[in-house]
């Protein structure tokens, strides 16, 4: 992608400094390598002017001192920026709304799963300011009220801290009430700590629990899903990297869970025997299966 001339006029007017080849390789490298996030030619301007803004704040002068100074042992803050900085994070409220309709469906078989002593575990795996699992919580208790005291939990995680800490606070710009999509979200929302933000209530923040992990590194957690949702973050991960992931994600669900996956992801044909397309995006386990060895390591 081409900058925009008005994005060229603003990085000019702020003297940006340039990046050589030879720093972008390896600050592609290093993201690669931190969050799986593949950073190709059409990402440079993007990457020069969100790691300018990190330049000036370090009182840094060029991309080279930058790259020497992640290389130190103690630079886990700056790494942290780093990520902060490559990761794109739109989201929205009911985003893909077909996913939500088809987790309200699930509704009875989670309450037969519950009587029966089973317990229910949904994952929003790259959550970003947590719209998502909101969602997915909005959904729940609509149709079920009562799902609060039921052994049912949401697990929310994200690379990013920053994306993580607005999640857990729950609040968010009052326009977010203005989408097609929104009449649940006026329903489980209050007016926020200021007049343009709404926070959602309580009893929704409950049900999710949020934790910043890099999916690509080792899972901290046993136990496995009944739906995992991984929308919108592969995209930016090489075919490799979105293979091991989805046989990870595999290996983490009941037999017959289901995993969601964004509007433009398919998961290889090869894993068919696995998890079986049903629809476009949404891929069931199949019971019959060999079980995947449960994995928390990449
Ligand atoms: C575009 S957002 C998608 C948010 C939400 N799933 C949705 O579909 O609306 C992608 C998110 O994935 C996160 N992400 C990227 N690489 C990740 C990784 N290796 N581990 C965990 N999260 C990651 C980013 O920080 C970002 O918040």
Redesign the pocket.
């Known amino acids: 992608m081409k900058p925009a001339p008005e994005e060229l006029t603003s990085l000019a007017s702020e003297n940006v400094p340039a990046m050589s080849d030879a720093d972008f390789a390896a600050l592609g490298r290093l993201v690669r390598d931190?969050?799986?996030?593949v950073l190709n030619e059409s990402k440079r301007w993007m990457l020069t002017s969100r790691l300018s803004r990190e330049i000036k704040r370090l009182g840094l002068t060029d991309f080279a001192s930058y790259r020497r100074l992640l290389e130190h042992p103690d630079a886990a803050a700056e790494l942290q920026a780093l990520?902060?900085a490559v990761?794109?994070?739109?989201?929205?409220f009911f985003?893909?709304a077909d996913h939500f309709h088809a987790l309200a469906e699930m509704i009875p078989a989670f309450k037969d799963k519950l009587q029966r002593g089973g317990r229910v575990r949904i994952w929003?795996?790259?959550?970003?300011?947590g719209?998502?699992p909101y969602s997915i919580a909005m959904t729940l208790m609509n149709e079920w009220p009562e799902v609060a005291s039921a052994d049912i939990r949401i697990l929310a995680?994200?690379?990013?801290a920053e994306?993580i800490s607005t999640a857990r606070s729950g609040v968010y710009p009052a326009k977010e009430l203005e989408g097609a999509e929104a009449s649940l979200l006026r329903r489980f929302a209050r007016p926020g700590p200021q007049p343009d933000r709404i926070e959602v209530l309580p009893e929704l923040r409950h049900l999710v629990r949020f934790e910043q992990?890099?999916?690509?590194?080792h899972w901290p957690f046993n136990g496995s899903f009944d739906v995992i949702?991984?929308?919108?973050?592969?995209?930016?991960?090489d075919a490799e990297t979105r293979h091991r992931l989805w046989e990870r994600f595999a290996s983490r669900l009941e037999p017959e869970g289901w995993l969601f996956v964004?509007h433009s992801e398919r998961i290889d044909r090869s894993l068919e025997t696995i998890l079986r397309p049903s629809g476009v995006t949404r891929y069931k386990r199949c019971s019959g299966a060999a079980s995947p060895k449960m994995s928390n390591s990449p």
């Open positions: 931190q969050t799986g996030i990520t902060s990761t794109t994070n739109v989201t929205s985003r893909g929003s795996a790259g959550c970003s300011t719209q998502e995680t994200d690379i990013d994306v992990l890099n999916m690509l590194g949702f991984c929308r919108n973050v592969v995209i930016y991960f964004g």
